[in-house]
């Protein structure tokens, strides 16, 4: 991407020199806006990421989780970030530990809302569009999860805990 970005910023020097200067110099406004978040964000991330374990969070999305499972698995996934099959090995212990399905479901539905990207949004959409989108979302999230608990009810593919096998998470290698 940030090829192409340079790519083009060059097609611009050549053929309109004149509008590359008020082009870069919006660009440079964009980015230390945002900045600031991006660092919040990603700093949040992170510490989300290296304080939780598989276990711990299948305690929280268990069979007697109610309304505080939904609230962790929808905030969860909005703070989740990466590309979703690497959640798929912890996902996997999760549910070995007795997470929910509609739990996990809810939390890959709601990984739509991406934080650092709402500032954007807002800049391009507005805040009012960002607040009811990112709403809709949460709501979808919540009626995918329901949905799949509906579905996923006597699911014959979920086996007893004893049975499943796990594969090693990153740091049991």
Same mark, same amino acid.
């Given at each position: 991407?940030?090829?192409?970005?340079?790519?083009?910023?060059?097609?611009? =020097?050549?053929?309109?020199? !004149?509008?590359?200067?008020?082009?870069?110099?919006?660009?440079?406004?964009? &980015?230390?806006?945002?900045? *600031?978040?991006?660092?919040?964000?990603?700093?949040?991330?992170?510490?989300? @990421?290296?304080? &939780?374990?598989?276990?711990?969070? =299948?305690?929280?999305?268990?069979? !007697?989780?109610?309304?505080?499972?939904?609230?962790?698995?929808?905030?969860?996934?909005?703070?989740?970030?990466?590309?979703?099959?690497?959640?798929? *090995?912890?996902? /996997? #212990?999760?549910?070995?530990?007795?997470?929910?399905?509609?739990?996990?479901?809810?939390? &890959?539905?709601?990984? =739509?809302?991406?934080?650092?990207?709402?500032?954007?949004?807002?800049?391009?959409?507005?805040?009012?569009?960002?607040? &009811?989108?990112?709403?809709?979302?949460?709501?979808?999230?919540?009626? /995918?999860?329901?949905?799949? !608990?509906?579905?996923?009810?006597? @699911?014959?593919?979920?086996?007893?805990? !004893?049975?499943? #096998?796990?594969?090693?998470?990153?740091? #049991?290698?």
């Amino acid at each position: 991407m940030l090829g192409i970005t340079l790519l083009l910023y060059l097609g611009t =020097a050549l053929l309109h020199p !004149e509008i590359l200067r008020p082009a870069l110099r919006y660009s440079l406004h964009l &980015f230390a806006t945002l900045l *600031p978040i991006l660092a919040v964000v990603l700093f949040l991330m992170g510490l989300f @990421d290296s304080v &939780f374990d598989a276990k711990a969070i =299948a305690r929280l999305l268990g069979r !007697e989780s109610g309304l505080k499972g939904w609230g962790i698995a929808l905030l969860g996934g909005v703070l989740s970030h990466g590309p979703g099959y690497v959640w798929y *090995p912890m996902i /996997q #212990e999760m549910r070995r530990h007795g997470a929910r399905d509609s739990l996990i479901v809810a939390f &890959f539905y709601s990984r =739509a809302i991406k934080l650092p990207w709402l500032p954007l949004m807002v800049i391009y959409l507005g805040t009012g569009f960002t607040v &009811f989108l990112t709403l809709y979302v949460l709501l979808a999230s919540w009626l /995918q999860g329901l949905i799949a !608990e509906l579905l996923l009810k006597n @699911d014959p593919t979920r086996l007893p805990e !004893e049975t499943v #096998e796990v594969v090693p998470r990153r740091d #049991e290698l």
